[in-house]
Nanobody
């Protein structure tokens, strides 16, 4: 399974940005998918995620500003970020808790990350 993010870049304080993550490989089902972010020197933190049942988890610092969507493999998971702040600057990683088809195993997969920079 390979995950690939796109859509990162530079945006002004208060602006919006959408990140996309595409998935490829023999995915049988997805239990959970979403986004984490990491600032150099700090731990990776959950931004937002959604389970197969539609249950979402949202990081406290992004509540009311970020939303998640997921559908086909091409737009496997997307992150809409509004009212961006300089403290949102980080590398954003797409992840998935996936059951593959052959072999049939459950594992976590991560993308390589995309940089989001919010200027003040």
């Amino acid at each position: 399974v390979q995950l690939e993010e796109s859509g990162g870049g530079l945006v002004q304080n208060g602006g919006s940005l959408t990140l996309h993550c595409g998935a490829s490989g023999s995915i049988l089902s997805t239990q959970d998918r979403g986004w984490h972010r990491q600032v150099p020197g700090l731990q990776r933190e959950l931004v937002i995620s959604i389970t197969n049942d539609g249950v979402t988890k949202v990081g406290d610092s992004v509540k009311g500003r970020f939303t998640i969507s997921s559908d086909s493999t091409k737009n496997w998971v997307a992150l809409q970020m509004n009212s961006l702040r300089p403290e949102d600057t980080a590398v954003y990683y797409c992840f998935g808790d996936v059951i593959t088809d052959n072999p049939r195993i459950r594992n976590d997969y991560w993308g390589q990350g995309t940089q989001v920079t919010v200027s003040s």
